[in-house]
């Protein structure tokens, strides 16, 4: 198994720290669904993706930590803007306890998703072009994200493999996400949808029209994916400028290499 260092943050292993803001019960106590995350990534998304990463549950992060932060709605996050780093540059996921619960889904699996996502796709904004053209987000779960397995009797989220990715003919057997549930690049499961970015226009796609209703009775502001959608057409332009956010990354790092 080949391990590589996490595409940004530490240059190695990413350590991530876990804080429960929210006053709505998780499904499970926090302890035990911090491990269950850890284990399922280390036992099934790890050796598909790579890139090693360390959650421990703390309420005072390290300066060079990424942030995972459970709040009870989209409206509590307050002024830590949902897409964005965190003052000391560092990629910040958050997982809406009341509001995943209130949509009938499950907070391990809304957890799970946003952990693999994140990893991969830090600041939300890698795509792979498909042969027509078509451009498809890096998310790691949307294509498949009601289906599920367990891990210690805890509900985790299914995930695409690298090849879901990969716009050409696979060797027969090839994997397209964890389950098997995938038999070519870009598909989906019918409980899942893609954003797809056209001439510089972003869209979903639902694979059914069951889905496209489910999705459109949530309310996902404040979700990861919402980065990427437009403002009327036009794509969402990050907060931040990007030479700033290279210099906070620079800063958090050389901060963390005096500290150690």
């Given at each position: 198994?080949?391990?590589?260092?996490?595409?940004?943050g530490q240059g190695g292993a990413v350590t991530i720290a876990?804080?429960?803001?929210?006053?709505?019960?998780?499904?499970?106590?926090?302890?035990?669904?911090?491990?269950?995350?850890?284990?399922?990534?280390?036992?099934?998304?790890?050796?598909?993706?790579?890139?090693?990463?360390?959650?421990?549950?703390?309420?005072?992060?390290?300066?060079?930590?990424?942030?995972?932060?459970?709040?009870?709605?989209?409206?509590?996050?307050?002024?830590?803007?949902?897409?964005?780093?965190?003052?000391?540059?560092?990629?910040?996921?958050?997982?809406?306890?009341?509001?995943?619960?209130?949509?009938?889904?499950?907070?391990?699996?809304?957890?799970?998703?946003?952990?693999?996502?994140?990893?991969?796709?830090?600041?939300?904004?890698?795509?792979?072009?498909?042969?027509?053209?078509?451009?498809?987000?890096?998310?790691?779960?949307?294509?498949?994200?009601?289906?599920?397995?367990?891990?210690?009797?805890?509900?985790?989220?299914?995930?695409?493999?690298?090849?879901?990715?990969?716009?050409?003919?696979?060797?027969?057997?090839?994997?397209?996400?964890?389950?098997?549930?995938?038999?070519?690049?870009?598909?989906?499961?019918?409980?899942?949808?893609?954003?797809?970015?056209?001439?510089?226009?972003?869209?979903?796609?639902?694979?059914?029209?069951?889905?496209?209703?489910?999705?459109?009775?949530?309310?996902?502001?404040?979700?990861?994916?919402?980065?990427?959608?437009?403002?009327?057409?036009?794509?969402?332009?990050?907060?931040?400028?990007?030479?700033?956010?290279?210099?906070?990354?620079?800063?958090?790092?050389?901060?963390?290499?005096?500290?150690?």
């Open positions: 198994m080949v391990i590589h260092a996490a595409q940004a876990c804080i429960n803001m929210s006053t709505s019960d998780l499904g499970v106590p926090f302890d035990k669904l911090t491990a269950a995350l850890q284990k399922a990534y280390d036992q099934h998304f790890l050796p598909v993706w790579g890139y090693p990463v360390k959650l421990y549950n703390t309420k005072t992060p390290k300066a060079s930590d990424w942030r995972f932060i459970y709040f009870d709605t989209a409206d509590e996050a307050g002024a830590l803007g949902y897409h964005d780093l965190t003052d000391e540059g560092q990629p910040l996921t958050k997982v809406f306890v009341k509001t995943t619960k209130e949509a009938g889904a499950v907070v391990s699996v809304t957890a799970s998703h946003e952990l693999f996502e994140m990893v991969i796709d830090p600041i939300a904004n890698l795509w792979a072009e498909a042969e027509d053209g078509t451009e498809y987000a890096y998310e790691m779960s949307d294509p498949v994200e009601e289906d599920t397995f367990l891990v210690d009797g805890v509900q985790i989220s299914n995930f695409v493999h690298p090849s879901w990715f990969e716009p050409f003919k696979h060797p027969s057997g090839t994997k397209f996400d964890h389950l098997g549930l995938l038999k070519k690049p870009f598909s989906m499961t019918k409980g899942g949808y893609v954003i797809i970015k056209k001439k510089g226009k972003v869209s979903e796609q639902f694979a059914s029209k069951a889905k496209e209703k489910r999705f459109a009775q949530e309310k996902r502001r404040g979700h990861r994916s919402e980065h990427r959608k437009p403002r009327g057409l036009q794509i969402k332009p990050t907060k931040r400028p990007i030479k700033v956010l290279k210099k906070l990354r620079r800063a958090a790092v050389q901060a963390a290499v005096k500290a150690a």
